[in-house]
């Protein structure tokens, strides 16, 4: 498997505009979370998706902030407006329920916006 | 709460020493705890994973430990190397009042491992 796959890996842009970053799970994974890290607040987890399904979205910051799982091997993290205190990495990570529940990241998005 | 501390935050050491990571958390109730590794701009590399009916977990150079009466978790590195600087995050299933969400991770801040030639 070619493990959880992200893109793009850098993104730049300016305030204002709309940011979507993509992730593909493992496949057969049940599981996908959307994380954030910064140097001041360290990894936070924003949502995670069981089945397809939004689970716990109580990190998502803002209304700015949407997240989608239209099938089991897509989902989207969207950013509208972006604005500059959004710049971080986001990683992706998905896990299989039924297993030892070991989670797997993804490359992570640089984001930086302007 | 869950909560993870991990100590130290950072470490330095010469090449060849043996080290040891501690991780601690506050409920004791959890099913597993995975060690993860951060290389500079990178993603998290899972290391090891330790089932709660588990005391350790061994790969390589890498031995885990789990306490989970004393809520503790140790990480130890054997023969370390200059390409095992990184930042080690140790994580456990999120938990509440509410119980515990499978499949959440609550992390600790990571210690930042330093092996100088």
């Known amino acids: 498997d070619a493990g959880v796959i992200q893109s793009p890996r850098h993104e730049v842009t300016e305030m204002g505009q709309e940011v979507t970053l993509r992730c593909k799970p493992i496949s057969g994974h049940d599981y996908l979370f959307w994380y954030r890290q910064t140097m001041m607040r360290g990894l936070e987890l924003l949502i995670y998706f069981n089945n397809n399904v939004p689970i716990d979205d109580s990190g998502m910051p803002e209304d700015r902030f949407s997240a989608k799982m239209p099938n089991a091997s897509f989902s989207t993290l969207k950013i509208q407006p972006s604005e500059p205190r959004d710049s971080a990495v986001y990683f992706c990570?998905?896990?299989?329920?039924?297993?030892?529940?070991?989670?797997?990241f993804g490359p992570g998005t640089r984001l930086t916006v302007l | 709460k869950q909560e993870v501390t991990q100590i130290p935050a950072a470490l330095s050491v010469p090449e060849g020493e043996n080290l040891v990571l501690n991780c601690s958390f506050t409920d004791s109730a959890i099913y597993n705890l995975q060690w993860f590794r951060q290389d500079p701009g990178k993603g998290l590399t899972s290391l090891l994973l330790i089932q709660s009916s588990q005391r350790e977990q061994t790969s390589g150079r890498l031995n885990a430990s789990l306490d989970k009466s004393s809520g503790r978790s140790t990480l130890y590195i054997a023969a370390s190397q200059p390409g095992d600087s990184a930042t080690y995050l140790c994580?456990?299933?999120?938990?509440?009042?509410?119980?515990?969400?499978?499949?959440?991770?609550?992390f600790g801040q990571g210690t930042i491992l330093t092996v100088h030639p």
């Open positions: 994580a456990v299933p999120f938990s509440n009042a509410g119980g515990t969400s499978y499949g959440k991770l609550t």
């Open positions: 990570a998905s896990t299989l329920l039924a297993g030892p529940n070991e989670q797997f």
